[in-house]
């Protein structure tokens, strides 16, 4: 017995103790994106931006989103659908829309036909100086208003600062329409860490690369019941704590052919997750991201998922100009599949593309939202804004100038998902919610 201990010592001592399996958080890989490849399945037909409809006269629109159940369905109130956009007057500057973007919301009853019913929030109420995209969620007669707080009310000059915020208000039906009255106070609910989420203070340590801790979304997981936040955010430290990992790459195959560039280390972009503790919307526990793409994208926007097939459809928005040192992507939806909510996701269509504009109009469209029946929402650039996208233009000043500028909605597109592709199958009119 004593041999046969001392053999069992050696052996395990040769064999490594197998870490416990603690890592969640899923690369998106120089190599996946190395396999985007535009098709009929991915494109999105050219849109004649000049014969859309302004979807209002007033105010130039970009992100939507509709008002949904605590379940993550399009929510009917009194046969009423409301639909929330971040919106700026139609006779500012572009540089200047994101500097002042507010948050409208539109109501219709057939999804189709939307009448503005104002600003969601009271002057002066939210906090930040301007507001951010966000989620919208209904239960039991109120209102949880979700939204970016980006800088902070009356600071001069304006930063890029960005928390998390939410607010509670009651729902109000009559015959002159919906509104939104008896807000609660408006709360911080997460700010970045520095350890997962990247603070605004670590960005600044190093020139270049993204900085993002936004665009909250409201999503319950129909398998488990437990409600939690997605979020747009960057890996966490300065640019130089951050040592490249071979995973970040894919495999030694691709990276011996396809070496790194040394630049990528400036491409950290990230998508957050946290949970609702007690069911309480604005009590949260911060996760570990459920996806990273570090070396591979610094912008992961607006990240949602849809449950289908009891699998996780994880989507993300990015631009052209996010991409990593030596990558190369469409303006487009991103998409990614997992059998758990957490951990396991692999790209749509081998590289993550799921729609993509047309490469006669790269800017045609942007911040696109799949909803839960499969159709996508997003905004299109009314005008000629050269090559530049909306997102660029509001980080730079008034030296940009295009007289014919402005956001409204394109047609909404149907999605058909068999397992790990996807497929554009229809269009419908501007802004149509099913
Ligand atoms: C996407 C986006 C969002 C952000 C908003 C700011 O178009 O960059 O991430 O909340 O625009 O205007």
């Known amino acids: 017995t004593s041999l046969a201990l001392a053999t069992t010592l050696a052996v395990s001592a040769l064999i490594p103790v197998q870490a416990e399996v603690t890592e969640t958080t899923v690369n998106w890989t120089r190599e996946q994106v190395s396999k985007i490849e535009l098709n009929e399945d991915n494109t999105l037909p050219y849109l004649d931006i000049s014969k859309l ?19 993550g369905n399009i929510a009917s109130i009194k046969g009423w659908k409301v639909l929330f956009a971040l919106s700026a007057p139609n006779d500012v500057l572009p540089g200047k829309v994101h500097d002042i973007a507010t948050i409208r919301y539109f109501y219709s009853k057939n999804g189709k036909d939307w009448t503005l019913g104002g600003t969601l929030f009271p002057e002066g109420a939210s906090l930040g100086s301007r507001e951010w995209a966000g989620s919208a ?65 670590q960005a600044l340590q190093g020139e270049g690369g993204g900085y993002a ?62 949970e609702v503790v007690d069911g309480d919307p604005s009590n949260l526990k911060m996760l570990p991201p459920l996806l990273e793409a570090n070396y591979v994208n610094e912008e992961l926007e607006r990240p949602h998922i849809v449950v289908k097939d009891n699998k996780y459809y994880l989507f ?33 269509n081998e590289s993550g593309l799921v729609l993509a504009n047309p490469p006669e109009n790269p800017y045609q469209a942007y911040s696109w939202l799949v909803l839960p029946n499969l159709n996508v929402v997003a905004f299109a650039h009314f005008g000629d804004i050269g090559d530049m996208s909306i997102d660029d233009i509001g980080h730079q000043s008034e030296e940009y100038q295009f007289e014919h500028f402005g956001g409204t909605l394109p047609p909404t597109v149907k999605l058909s998902i068999k397992g790990d592709t996807t497929k554009i199958v229809k269009e419908f009119s501007p802004g149509w919610i099913k």
């Open 53 to 71: 409809e302004k979807f209002t006269e007033d105010y130039h629109i970009w992100d939507s989103w509709p008002l949904t159940d605590r379940d």
């Open 137 to 201: 969620m209904t239960d039991d007669g109120k209102i949880h208003a979700f939204y970016t707080a980006t800088g902070h009310r009356g600071q001069e000059p304006l930063t890029f600062e960005q928390r998390l915020a939410m607010a509670t208000g009651d729902i109000v039906v009559d015959s002159k329409g919906v509104r939104f009255e008896n807000w609660g106070d408006h709360k911080i609910i997460l700010e970045p860490d520095g350890k997962y989420y990247q603070t605004r203070e």
């Open 213 to 274: 801790f936004r665009d909250p979304m409201w999503f319950k997981d129909p398998k488990t019941d437990k409600e939690y936040i997605l979020f747009e955010g960057n890996s966490g430290g300065a640019v130089g704590d951050r040592t490249f990992k071979q995973e970040y790459a894919g495999s030694t195959e691709y990276t011996s052919e396809n070496p790194v560039p040394a630049g990528a280390v400036h491409a950290n972009g990230n998508i957050g997750i946290a």
């Open 316 to 348: 993300l928005d990015t631009h052209i100009n996010k991409y990593a040192e030596g990558l190369q992507g469409p303006e487009g939806l991103y998409g990614f599949v997992s059998d758990t909510l957490i951990g396991g996701y692999e790209p749509l």
